[in-house]
């Protein structure tokens, strides 16, 4: 069983940044996939960011394209969302999830179907 646990989150004002950091209880040199998701009140689940072992481009959804970067620390178990030009609308709680495989849609949006997932970090930002 993987255990995620999130930390970093808290409040900004517009146009500043924040890192949030996804720790994983293990780690696996496995292929795996860990993803960013966020879920505003009275909004559904948005998958943010992904990054999967092995390479390839992360996905990152159009809403945060160029203003969030998804990265992994050296030790791997840990997986960092570096959050800048924040906006109002980026206010959520925001979880980690991880998995094998990351999981996409047939429009190409990041599926929720990931296996492990954290407690979520909100994230509030203000004007």
């Known amino acids: 069983q993987v255990q995620l646990v999130e930390s970093g989150g808290g409040s900004v004002q517009a146009g500043g940044s924040l890192t949030l950091s996804c720790t994983a209880s293990?780690?696996?040199?496995?292929?795996?996939?860990v993803a960013w998701f966020r879920q505003a009140p009275g909004k559904e689940r948005e998958g943010v960011a992904a990054?999967?072992?092995?390479?390839?481009?992360?996905y990152y959804a159009d809403s945060v394209k160029g203003r969030f970067t998804i990265s992994q620390g050296i030790a791997k178990n840990t997986t960092y969302l570096q959050m800048n030009s924040l906006k109002l609308e980026d206010t959520a709680m925001y979880y980690c999830?991880?998995?094998?495989?990351?999981?996409?849609?047939?429009?190409?949006?990041?599926?929720?179907?990931?296996?492990?997932w954290g407690q979520g970090t909100q994230v509030t930002v203000s004007s």
């Open positions: 293990v780690y696996t040199d496995r292929r795996n996939c």
């Open positions: 990054i999967a072992s092995g390479g390839g481009s992360p």
């Open positions: 999830a991880a998995d094998q495989l990351c999981y996409f849609s047939d429009y190409g949006r990041l599926r929720d179907d990931f296996r492990y």
